[in-house]
Nanobody, 121 residues
């Protein structure tokens, strides 16, 4: 069982930047970020196949978010810039021990507790 611990959430003004971190307790080859706003379904933000080093992004994240990772440390980051108020949500880290590039939450067996991000206008 892999445990994930997210950090880096908080309050930020629209247009600002924030960096999330997620550390896995075991070896992971795929990691991703999802978010859930109040009253909304969980949605995909970004994911990375740490074996191939290839990332995938939701349209809402393209050009503003980057998902770097450190395979040796079983760590993934989400570097966010030009944040918008609609980005207010709980952000969840997800992981899989197998390499994959899925944007579906159902493909990730391990999940963190989530970290709140609030973007003020």
């Amino acid at each position: 069982q892999v445990q994930l611990v997210e950090s880096g959430g908080g309050l930020v003004q629209a247009g600002g930047s924030l960096k999330l971190s997620c550390v896995a307790s075991g070896r992971t080859l795929s990691m991703g970020w999802f978010r859930q706003a109040p009253g909304e379904e969980r949605e995909f933000v970004a994911s990375i196949n740490m074996g191939a080093g290839s990332g995938d992004y939701a349209d809402s994240a393209k050009g503003r978010f980057i998902i770097p990772s450190d395979k040796a440390k079983n760590t993934v980051y989400l570097q966010m810039s030009s944040l918008k108020p609609e980005g207010t949500a709980v952000y969840f880290c997800a992981a899989d021990s197998w390499p994959q590039g899925s944007s579906s939450g159902a493909s990730f067996p391990y999940w963190g507790q989530g970290t709140q991000i609030t973007v003020t206008s």
